[in-house]
């Protein structure tokens, strides 16, 4: 079975400060991890994925994640906020297997004052 | 760019109705999904489809849901006798077989009121 935990659902950043939204997953099999951020009124855009193969992962927007497989953990960072980075941003999980679903985490609100 | 186009993009049905939400999966893609985003919740998982079959559900979607792929480009939820707790998000979503990464593209949502 697989879970995914994200720690905080709301966090709010200055414009220009540290991005950090956290992420620990269950997972009994290797996972596979992505980070999707959903503007509002919109769908899901994936930002980054992590599949095997370096561990530190860059996306779309400036953000990375880093897969720390000893503490279960993909975490996503941007080193500078902007306005338009205010989002919801979902964790999620799954196999390696083709057609396997996507299980998500609970989603972290990102709010950027200026 | 491919993506997976969705309509309605809003429907508003009285509670008992029959719904049917609409998607296009991306051309090349043979994985199908349905998930589901309650206002405020996480967006969960309900179905996923494949060479014409479904291949994985979970516990939501019970027999008031079913899916089908009419023709060879739309992919169908129906959702029978609809209920207030069934107002929500709806997103389709597809994948590439064989990918070795197991990306899915998900469309923008057709968001259901039932009133």
């Known amino acids: 079975a697989q879970s995914v935990t994200q720690l905080g659902s709301h966090v709010s950043v200055s414009e220009g400060a540290l991005v950090l939204l956290r992420c620990n997953y269950s997972?009994?099999?290797?996972?596979?991890l992505f980070w999707y951020v959903q503007y509002p009124n919109q769908g899901l855009q994936l930002l980054l994925k992590?599949?095997?193969?370096?561990?530190l992962v860059k996306g779309i927007n400036g953000f990375e994640a880093e897969f720390k497989k000893s503490e279960t953990s993909f975490h996503l960072t941007k080193p500078s906020a902007h306005m338009s980075d205010a989002a919801e941003y979902f964790c999620?999980?799954?196999?390696?297997?083709?057609?396997?679903?996507?299980?998500f985490g609970k989603g972290t609100t990102l709010s950027v004052s200026s | 760019e491919p993506e997976v186009t969705q309509t309605p993009s809003h429907q508003v049905t009285q509670m008992g109705q029959e719904v049917i939400l609409r998607c296009v999966p991306i051309?090349?893609?043979?994985?199908f999904y349905w998930y589901r985003q309650i206002l405020g919740q996480k967006v969960e998982f309900l179905v996923s489809?494949?060479?014409?079959?479904?291949?994985?559900k979970s516990e939501i979607f019970d027999d008031q849901f079913s899916v089908e792929r009419p023709d060879g480009s739309n992919f169908t939820l129906k959702i029978r006798s609809t209920k207030l707790e069934d107002s929500a998000m709806y997103f389709c979503?597809?994948?590439?077989?064989?990918?070795?990464?197991?990306?899915?593209?998900f469309g923008e949502g057709s968001w259901l009121t039932v009133v």
């Open positions: 997972s009994s099999v290797p996972p596979y």
């Open positions: 051309s090349n893609h043979l994985y």
């Open positions: 992590y599949t095997t193969g370096a561990t």
């Open positions: 979503a597809s994948s590439q077989e064989g990918a070795t990464v197991n990306t899915i593209y």
């Open positions: 999620a999980v799954s196999s390696n297997q083709a057609g396997t679903a996507l299980i």
């Open positions: 489809f494949y060479n014409n079959e479904i291949s994985e």
